[in-house]
């Protein structure tokens, strides 16, 4: 069955302080997608990436990047130089390969900016 | 373009009683979620639909009815309501592109209380 852990309830940096989001799944599955949502005060959920089981390769999106390792399990993801804008719940989530791509979510972190 | 709207935003209703929940997609998007989230618990899918005329349980199925009689709206029922389901409701849709997984784009949501 699938199982996303994100054991990092909450987490505060001063701004400009690098912060990573750590996020560790479990699957059966050989062919599987992981995702990254942001959900900020506001509430609605923002997709952030998406990568799929067979690329490892990391990848950065300005500020934001992600390292994504087969052998740990694992989909980190790394805000350099964080802003109060970066202030939000950030979810990992895992996918199921076939079907209705049914998205199965961590817990979430809670990740506060200090001006 | 909307994207993803749900209707209502806020409803507060007593034990017992029913309501529908309206989530519309103006994507022409295949597929559509109904996902809950509670406190510490992330998101869990309730029900989805692969298209028109199909519906399929989730991970916490019980208590709730969909229906998808159209395309673009996918309707959440609750016939019985209980304080068990108060949470915040979310909406989401996807489309279909065969092996290759896409992302699913979320509403709003819609906070629910159950006095």
């Known amino acids: 069955a699938q199982k996303v852990t994100q054991a990092q309830t909450e987490i505060s940096v001063v701004e400009k302080e690098d912060v990573t989001l750590d996020c560790v799944y479990e699957t059966r599955d050989t062919t599987y997608y992981l995702f990254w949502y942001k959900q900020p005060p506001s509430g609605e959920l923002v997709f952030l990436i998406r990568r799929n089981s067979f690329d490892e390769q990391n990848e950065i999106s300005g500020r934001y990047s992600w390292n994504f390792q087969k052998s740990t399990s694992s989909f980190n993801f790394t805000i350099t130089a964080s802003q109060v804008v970066d202030s939000a719940v950030y979810f990992c989530?895992?996918?199921?390969?076939?079907?209705?791509?049914?998205?199965?979510f961590g817990t979430g972190t809670r990740l506060t900016v200090i001006p | 373009n909307a994207g993803v709207t749900q209707t209502p935003k806020f409803r507060v209703l007593k034990t017992g009683q029913s309501m529908t929940l309206l989530c519309a997609q103006d994507?022409?998007?295949?597929?559509m979620y109904w996902y809950r989230q509670d406190p510490g618990m992330g998101l869990r899918l309730i029900h989805y639909s692969v298209g028109e005329g199909t519906t399929a349980k989730g991970e916490v199925p019980d208590g709730y009815n969909v229906s998808r009689l159209k395309k673009q709206n996918f309707l959440l029922g609750l016939e019985s309501a209980a304080p068990s389901q108060t949470s915040v409701y979310f909406c989401?849709?996807?489309?279909?592109?065969?092996?290759?997984?896409?992302?699913?784009?979320f509403g709003p949501g819609t906070r629910l209380t159950v006095l």
């Open positions: 994507m022409n998007h295949e597929y």
């Open positions: 989401a849709s996807s489309e279909n592109r065969g092996q290759s997984y896409n992302e699913q784009f």
């Open positions: 989530a895992l996918s199921e390969p076939l079907g209705a791509n049914n998205l199965f």
